[in-house]
């Protein structure tokens, strides 16, 4: 049998502290050197093509964790005027049999996992005292990065920008009624524009469709950190070559940011990525190295991400009863 787990599933299942840590032990194990699939040297694929219109179509793996005894299979689709713009599944496997166990919403999967995996690289990242996060782009991955760093550090401030200032309004809202570890409101305030959030913010996150720099050299005081989402397919960029250049850039995966990243977006190569958050979190490299540094994380998503959290969810699910099973072979 086969468990459907959908979008009102996961998110009764999934529970920040819990993706946070299993994404932590992935990146650790990751930047160990540990490879995914006990011994093969199996490299991770993201798979993209054009579809007629404005969609495009992407597939990411295998997904594979040390330990986890199952694999992913994720498909997408984009559709940046749709709500929500990306639609598909994750299909988790048996590891040893190929038995189907789950068929999970991507949507919610991927912004999940990319949001909280973006809280982690954010907050090792910015400096320990900064507390005010901005962001560009009010969707589901930037208020998972503001939750999971709420949990990760104190959040005093936040500044919303995006191109429907409605929808910077409702995230803006959402997150008005938390508090900060010493008891104290958050406070919320709505930007013009991309250059306001990174004036008034030491933390900025950028989770947008831009196809054009959003932010340059110029607009970033010393000591910002920038988390740069939306630049995780070709032709998508948000910060600047000369930006970039100024930055200690750290990514998932270097290639895939070179090939289809932030870093070959804009023109630049393999120097100029300071290391990985998985080689950050195991200390094999130095992260920031000077308060007025500025420095960024800009990942483009690996398919052993959709599976921490995807069996998390379905282990969860086992021992609730949630989901509906479903038999594909009867």
Wanted: some cysteine; glycine content about 12%.
């Amino acid at each position: 049998m086969t468990l459907l787990l959908g979008r009102s599933d996961l998110e009764r299942l999934l529970d920040v502290p819990a993706c946070l840590d299993a994404l932590r032990q992935g990146f650790g194990a990751e930047g160990s050197g540990a490879v995914e699939s006990g011994g093969q040297d199996v490299s991770p694929r993201r798979v993209r093509t054009d579809l007629p219109g404005p969609g495009t179509a992407t597939a990411l793996l295998p997904g594979l964790v040390p330990g986890v005894p199952a694999y992913t299979v994720k498909v997408n689709a984009k559709f940046p005027g749709a709500r929500p713009a990306l639609r598909g599944l994750v299909c988790l496997h048996d590891l040893a049999s190929g038995d189907l166990l789950a068929v999970l919403d991507s949507a919610t999967v991927t912004a999940w996992r990319t949001g909280l995996a973006a809280a982690l690289g954010t907050h090792l990242l910015a400096r320990p005292e900064a507390d005010r996060v901005g962001v560009v782009g009010a969707g589901a991955q930037a208020d998972l990065v503001v939750r999971g760093l709420s949990a990760l550090r104190t959040v005093r401030g936040l500044v919303v920008h995006d191109v429907d200032p409605e929808r910077a309004r409702a995230l803006g809202e959402a997150h008005a009624h938390g508090a900060t570890s010493d008891g104290g409101a958050v406070e919320v305030a709505v930007a013009a524009d991309a250059a306001e959030v990174a004036r008034r913010c030491g933390i900025v996150v950028l989770a947008t469709w831009a196809r054009s720099p959003l932010l340059s050299r110029t607009d970033v005081a010393p000591g910002t950190h920038l988390t740069s989402l939306g630049a995780d397919e070709p032709g998508k960029a948000e910060l600047t070559a000369d930006l970039l250049r100024l930055a200690r850039v750290f990514v998932d995966d270097v290639d895939l940011a070179v090939a289809a990243g932030a870093l070959g977006n804009v023109g630049l190569g393999h120097d100029q990525a300071a290391g990985t958050l998985g080689e950050l979190l195991t200390g094999r490299v130095a992260g920031r190295s000077a308060p007025g540094e500025v420095t960024v994380y800009a990942p483009v998503g690996l398919p052993w991400q959709d599976l921490a959290l995807s069996w998390l969810a379905y282990d969860a699910a086992r021992a609730t009863g949630l989901g509906t099973s479903y038999d594909w072979l009867a």
